[in-house]
């Protein structure tokens, strides 16, 4: 975790007014670090200036300031665009303190102040911002639990200020640690008092920084939140019934507010999270999927392989999709209509793309506008983009003539041409416009008459006076007599000494030098004043008209962020239906189910990183709640299994965020929460996890299981010695599979072969093996997954495989048959099926066959017809049986 911290103020010995004013400036921003401008240059001081000159590679030097030495490092203005995002990046908070007034101007001590406060989740910056990934700044509140919810209730909110998105929602800590590695904040906000636990719940990756108690109370957010949406309830953003989330999220307004980010005009709504939309994925199956990052370096994540977005507004979407897969049939099927729509139609396809290609970052470009911090190059880049909104409207509107898609519909009416904009634009701005909106060069001629003029004041000048010049000398016959200008008088006429005399009466002499005399003339001095002030006047009243073209546009902001959601889903459906063509997946079937039937399913990731020549073996997977609910899945080190596993769950991950999947055909009934774990030992060598940690988080998945939950289990049990091992993973299985009120699909892959005797006990758990063959003693990997357990784990292959010494190899193999022979397989088995659970143990003494009281009981029991007992007449049944027994 990072923070910031505050530089000292400057030695008050001695204190001049430069330093009075830097330290009271400092002392409103501790913790950050204060770029104080002193002419052309940004200076930093004391212990910013060390930092500054360590994250910079720019020089630190020290001044004699009242006696001590003080730090000092610096950097000229027109540098700040390349500095900044170094800092910030490094986590570091920056006040940028400007002149407030022109130094040419101020009486005594330039006017000083901070104009923005940026830090690493909050910036407008194109340097900081990766277009590719959203900038979240997020706030979490410590709630505490009501009497219908003992335990602890969390509020969360993200904003990104930079495309004007703003979520609530609340929660607990699991819930909101999900949220939190979903959307990798790049900075939260908290408060002080909850440092401790902040750290212990959700790590210390994310730069954080802490605020007072007084922010994080519900009065003070509501009406934060009121007051910025100038609403009178918060009901229309159905947050109203989310105490907590609504602190975090006033929180977040608070904050901007206080780093000086007020223009907030982008921020319509505040969107409700609603956790109980998105499949459930927790922090360790985001990570272990690897679904938007590889665990490790050089690896490749899901996102990588679906990734064909144009836009960066599309890549952005993507990644919160794959985050966050629907639960809904509805919606998942209208994002899956779309794109064998755009699959099917080729042309409709490429048509879009292109167009989408040349949109760009509508999303952010229209933040700038609503908070005018657009330049005019990037006016520019909004009309280009802009302009292909009617096109893409045109291709749905076509498409829909020939299928009758409701889609296709929707996003027709949604997306708004805003032609009356464009037109504007269009007609006022020109071609090459300058980054600079203060030096002119952005109007086009024929818009407003006094430019025009000013215009050719200012640029046909030159020709003026080349006329004027012409015509004095007409008018006097002194051929060599020229029109100059220097800083002194202006523009003059110089004639030398020789025809002085034929200088007419009206010009007025103004200096004489060795060889020549120079004179004004009124008409000279009229225009020269013309020139002068004309391009001063062309900066201003372009100024005036690029702003009100900003103000023009600022009324389609709302517009704009529609067409840019609108845009971005297109985006994001026709990379996946471009994906689908490309490697060959296909539209899986969503429907209300328990089953999951997959056909030739493979793994969408390592089907692409095999070497040439070699081909991913696809295998069939078929889970219900009613024959096939667990699978256990034996077989050698690296015959397949975690791809196995891995493959399913990434098959309905894909379904259900709305893309096509990698297989020959997928019926999936809809999932709500995808639970994995990985046995200890695969994550010890990243010294994340021990085994403590495995059991806790098995045990967080047995407590929250559900119906059409799937469950990915990876070697668990194999962090401790084999019968602990043994013990642990039977008695896990056994449980998932005699729950009452749910029936969670499970797929369990392990080394433990005694596992495949729980089968014959339990009607829904089958045995599975990923086959290989023997040839001589080496093993060849077949990756085909064939029904029945398998005989040998073929550890001992795999050692030979890699290379240990033979005599190692020969040696592991005597041991295993000594092993087997006294702790053997049948020896195991029988002591396991001894091991009878205790509540069988006593229906088995009940009813021992042969002894005439259990034979009485029998008897009664199978006279009584279940389907018409009432539940007074089961009680007394009950009873009676009770009595016989004693
Ligand atoms: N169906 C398949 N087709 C082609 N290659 C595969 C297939 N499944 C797995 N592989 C390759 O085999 C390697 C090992 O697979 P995996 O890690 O799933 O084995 P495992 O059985 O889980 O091994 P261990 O028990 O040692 O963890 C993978 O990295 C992949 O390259």
Same mark, same amino acid.
């Given at each position: 975790m990072k923070t910031a911290t505050a530089a000292k103020p400057q030695?008050?010995?001695?204190?001049t007014p430069l330093n009075r004013q830097y330290n009271q400036i400092k002392a409103k921003y501790p913790g950050a670090l204060l770029l104080f401008r002193v002419g052309d240059f940004y200076e930093t001081f004391g212990e910013d200036a060390v930092r500054a000159s360590k994250i910079l590679g720019i020089t630190l030097t020290k001044r004699n300031n009242g006696g001590s030495n003080e730090e000092l490092a610096g950097f000229p203005h027109h540098s700040l665009d390349t500095h900044l995002p170094k800092l910030v990046r490094a986590g570091e908070r920056v006040a940028i303190c400007d002149q407030l007034e022109d130094p040419s101007l101020a009486k005594g001590i330039v006017r000083r102040g901070v104009t923005e406060l940026v830090t690493p989740g909050v910036s407008f910056n194109d340097n900081v911002l990766? !277009?590719?990934r959203n900038n979240y700044l997020a706030a979490v509140h410590f709630g505490k639990g009501s009497a219908g919810h003992p335990e602890d209730e969390f509020g969360v909110s993200f904003i990104d200020i930079s495309t004007g998105e703003f979520l609530a929602s609340q929660g607990n800590a699991a819930y909101v640690d999900k949220l939190l590695q979903s959307f990798n904040p790049s900075e939260v906000l908290y408060c002080k008092r909850n440092r401790q636990e902040f750290g212990a719940l959700f790590g210390d990756k994310f730069h954080t920084y802490t605020l007072e108690d007084w922010a994080f109370t519900y009065d003070f957010g509501y009406n934060f939140l009121k007051q910025h949406f100038q609403t009178t309830s918060l009901k229309g953003f159905g947050i109203e019934g989310l105490p907590n989330g609504i602190i975090a999220a006033g929180v977040i307004l608070h904050y901007l507010n206080e780093t000086?980010?007020?223009?907030?005009?982008?921020? !319509?709504r505040v969107t409700r999270l609603e956790e109980d939309r998105y499949v459930w994925l927790d922090r360790f199956t985001i990570r272990n999927l690897e679904l938007t990052a590889a665990q490790q370096e050089g690896g490749v994540p899901l996102i990588q392989i679906l990734d064909q977005t144009v836009t960066p507004m599309g890549a952005r979407l993507l990644r919160k999709w794959l985050s966050l897969p629907l639960k809904e049939k509805a919606l998942i099927d209208e994002r899956l209509n779309m794109v064998e729509l755009l699959t099917s139609d080729p042309e409709l396809a490429d048509a879009m793309v292109n167009h989408l290609r040349q949109i760009g970052d509508l999303e952010r470009l229209v933040s700038k506008v609503a908070v005018r911090r657009i330049n005019p190059r990037e006016l520019l880049q909004l009309k280009r983009s802009l302009q292909h909104v009617l096109p893409i409207k045109e291709l749905l509107i076509t498409a829909l003539s020939q299928n009758e898609s409701p889609s296709l519909k929707k996003y027709a009416d949604q997306l708004n041409p805003v032609s009356f904009l464009l037109d504007r634009i269009e007609a006022e701005l020109r071609e090459d416009p300058p980054t600079l909106s203060n030096q002119g060069g952005m109007i086009k001629p024929g818009i407003n008459a006094e430019l025009d003029e000013l215009t050719s004041i200012a640029y046909s000048g030159k020709d003026y006076l080349i006329q004027l010049q012409e015509r004095e000398v007409q008018r006097t016959?002194?051929?060599s007599l020229k029109v100059a200008y220097n800083k002194v008088f202006g523009y003059y006429l110089e004639v030398t000494h020789a025809h002085?005399?034929?200088?007419?009466?009206?010009w007025i002499r103004k200096q004489t030098l060795v060889n020549a005399e120079r004179y004004i003339t009124p008409e000279l001095k009229e225009y020269e004043d013309k020139i002068l002030n004309a391009e001063e006047q062309i900066f201003q009243i372009e100024a005036r008209m690029f702003n009100d073209m900003i103000v023009a546009a600022g009324e389609y902001v709302g517009a704009i962020q529609q067409n840019a959601r609108v845009l971005s889903v297109l985006d994001v459906l026709s990379s996946f239906a471009r994906v689908a063509v490309k490697n060959n997946y296909v539209r899986p079937h969503i429907n209300e189910s328990k089953v999951l039937d997959i056909k030739d399913g493979r793994h969408a990731v390592i089907e692409q990183q095999l070497p040439p020549g070699e081909s991913y073996i696809p295998n069939d997977i078929y889970l219900d709640d009613?024959?096939?609910?667990i699978i256990i899945i034996t077989g050698p080190n690296m015959a397949g299994k975690s791809a196995l596993l891995r493959q399913t769950a990434l098959i309905v991950l894909m379904a259900q965020s709305g893309s096509f999947v990698p297989a020959s055909s997928a019926e999936i009934g809809l999932v709500d929460k995808i639970f994995t774990r990985v046995g200890a030992s695969d994550n010890l060598s990243r010294g994340e996890s021990t085994f403590m940690v495995e059991m806790t988080e098995t045990a967080s998945i047995l407590n929250n299981l559900s119906e059409r939950s799937l469950v990915l289990m990876d070697e668990i049990g194999r962090g401790t010695s084999t019968y602990d091992g043994v013990s642990i993973a039977w008695a896990i299985t056994e449980y998932l599979h005699n729950l009452t009120d749910c029936r969670p699909k499970t797929l369990f892959a392990t080394h433990y072969h005694e596992l495949n005797d729980l089968a014959a006990d339990n009607p829904r758990i089958r045995n599975y093996n990923v086959a290989v063959k023997e040839m001589g003693n080496k093993v060849i990997f077949l990756r085909k997954l064939k029904e029945g357990g398998s005989e040998h784990s073929f550890g001992i292959h795999v050692a030979q495989m890699a290379g240990m010494p033979a005599q190692v190899v020969s040696r592991a193999g005597q041991i295993l048959k000594q092993l087997e022979a006294s702790h053997g397989r049948e020896a195991n088995k029988e002591r396991i099926r001894e091991a009878v659970p205790a509540e069988r143990e006593l229906a088995l003494r009940i009813i021992e066959a042969g002894d005439p009281k259990s034979e009485a009981i029998k008897e009664k029991l199978r006279a009584i017809d279940v389907n018409r007992l009432t539940p007074i007449e089961a009680l007394l049944k009950l009873n009676e049986l009770l009595k016989l027994a004693e």
């Open positions: 030695s008050k010995k001695n204190e990766d !277009t590719r000086e980010h007020k223009d907030l005009q982008h921020i !319509t016959g002194i051929s002085k005399n034929r200088v007419p009466e009206d009613q024959t096939q609910q």
